[in-house]
């Protein structure tokens, strides 16, 4: 079935695991016209997978405003689905200019929900879950990083935050300089075959990451009350 012109569908993605799809996704990805995508080498390869061929259209960080432009004029006569690279767009991905814009025009915002690695590290730390504070990815500037993190000090809630592998000794320095030498839990190459969710002093967690550079994705979690 078609779906209807105007129509504008945020469609989550596997973080890994390429079985984390849903029917509807699948479905929603198989009726739209057109699938806005950041890369489009990486969601060729999950349409191929899901043997499905549709026009890709890219957007991304650098092109952003002119690309939303385009995608807003299309939604006039065609429906469409937005996927980021990995898990649930917008989070910590592009999308919120077109999302914005397209609710401005009156035009109809789906979410298909799915995977999003916040979610999944979690859901599975072992932490509290009733509140918590995602903070993305913190500021390469170590003033700003520090100026967020201890704004969050105080909060008795799970602070989750992400992270890539050449950053992660840096940002848990700077979670220590805040916090304190703190149990962090990190949440690595979640669904995918070096799965690893585990709790460890910061100081470890420093000494260990130094000696090796780790490999994979990390959402990193913290909750300050377990740590009193
Ligand atoms: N939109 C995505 C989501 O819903 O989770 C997040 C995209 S953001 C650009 C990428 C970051 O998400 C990575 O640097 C990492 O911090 C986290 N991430 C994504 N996949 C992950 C995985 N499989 N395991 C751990 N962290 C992951």
Not at 19 to 47: H, M, N, P, W, Y
Not at 198 to 211: G, M, P, R, V
């Amino acid at each position: 079935m078609k779906q209807e012109k105007g129509n504008l569908y945020i469609v989550a993605t596997p973080i890994g695991n390429l079985q984390d799809i849903t029917l509807r996704a699948i479905d929603t990805l198989k009726s739209v016209d057109f699938v806005v995508c950041e890369d489009t080498r990486v969601t060729g390869k999950l349409l191929t997978h899901l043997k499905i061929k549709k026009p890709l259209i890219s957007l991304n960080e650098f092109n952003e405003e002119q690309e939303t432009y385009n995608v807003i004029k299309k939604l006039e006569t065609c429906s469409m689905a937005i996927v980021s690279d990995a898990g649930t767009p917008l989070i910590s991905d592009p999308g919120y200019r077109l999302v914005l814009e397209a609710k401005k025009k009156g035009f109809r915002v789906i979410p298909i929900p799915g995977p999003s690695a916040l979610i999944a590290a979690l859901s599975a730390s072992g932490l509290p879950t009733d509140k918590f504070t995602f903070l993305g990815f913190l500021p390469k500037s170590a003033i700003r990083t520090q100026k967020i993190l201890n704004t969050v000090k105080t909060v008795d809630q799970t602070i989750i935050l992400y992270e890539s592998p050449h950053r992660i000794v840096k940002t848990i320095e700077a979670i220590k300089e805040v916090f304190g030498d703190i149990n962090i839990t990190i949440a690595r190459e979640i669904t995918k075959i070096y799965e690893e969710i585990f709790s460890e002093k910061a100081s470890n967690l420093i000494y260990k990451y130094t000696k090796t550079t780790p490999k994979g994705e990390f959402v990193v979690l913290i909750n300050r009350k377990l740590n009193n």
